[in-house]
């Protein structure tokens, strides 16, 4: 079923890919990227700013007609020399590109492309309110953070990911490398790999699924359920208050 899925979801970047190729003329993509590299170096190059962020992208927002090939061209034009200046930025950015224009448009469906880059983009779908999102290639840090609605798959792995979700739900064909789960509310997150570090600290609701191995899982969880289907490494429900754990569809949490 998995790899049926990543098929159909490669089938389906390639013809977008083609799609905006043949349909967007050359003279506006260098005119919309002019736009974005300009009003990048105008802000400076100071370290992640929410503030900073959201002038930048209203200011694009306002002065150029967005559309979903637009936002996945700037995903894989994405450059890493960069980065030393304002790469971090751009996932706060995207983000909050895909936020404005699935509220304005009501348009659900966004792809973007991460696989070129080693370095990865933290913040992706940050604050998510609705939209669907397939990410092509690994992600950093803060990954859906604070998500409230819409459902994200993710072709790669991740960093951390589903801090103080809302609803939701995530998918992450690869491993996470720090933090599944902590302060989430509801929704539900599925990783087929494995997570490095914490899965549900301070968890109140949703359900967490891991498919290979975990590290901690439930340090001081309050509710929801949380399902290992490889090995617990290190501790189970930790000052754990409520909820319930599984290891192998047995009930670890409580006993």
Request: glycine share 10%.
């Amino acid at each position: 079923m998995t790899m049926k899925l990543t098929n159909l979801l490669n089938e389906e970047y390639a013809n977008t890919k083609n799609q905006i190729v043949s349909d967007l003329h050359i003279h506006e993509n260098t005119a919309f990227f002019q736009e974005i590299f300009l009003s990048r170096s105008v802000l400076g190059a100071d370290e992640i700013s929410e503030i900073k962020c959201d002038k930048m992208y209203q200011n694009l927002f306002n002065k150029t007609p967005w559309t979903p090939e637009d936002i996945f061209l700037l995903s894989d034009k994405i450059k890493e020399e960069e980065q030393a200046f304002y790469f971090y930025d751009f996932g706060m950015i995207l983000s909050r590109l895909i936020n404005t224009h699935h509220l304005i448009t009501e348009n659900k469906n966004y792809l973007l492309k991460t696989e070129h880059l080693e370095k990865k983009l933290p913040n992706l779908c940050y604050r998510n309110n609705g939209a669907n999102i397939t990410i092509y290639g690994s992600v950093g840090n803060g990954c859906c953070k604070q998500m409230y609605d819409g459902i994200v798959r993710i072709l790669g792995n991740c960093g951390s990911l589903c801090e103080s979700m809302t609803d939701g739900s995530v998918s992450v064909e690869g491993n996470c490398n720090w933090n599944v789960g902590t302060d989430m509310k509801n929704g539900i997150v599925t990783i087929t790999g494995n997570v490095a570090n914490e899965i549900g600290t301070n968890m109140r609701g949703g359900e967490i699924i891991i498919e290979g191995h975990a590290f901690t899982v439930g340090n001081r969880m309050k509710g929801g359920i949380i399902r290992i289907n490889g090995n617990i490494e290190l501790s189970v429900g930790w000052r754990a208050s409520y909820g319930e754990i599984y290891n192998k569809d047995k009930r670890v949490y409580p006993k």
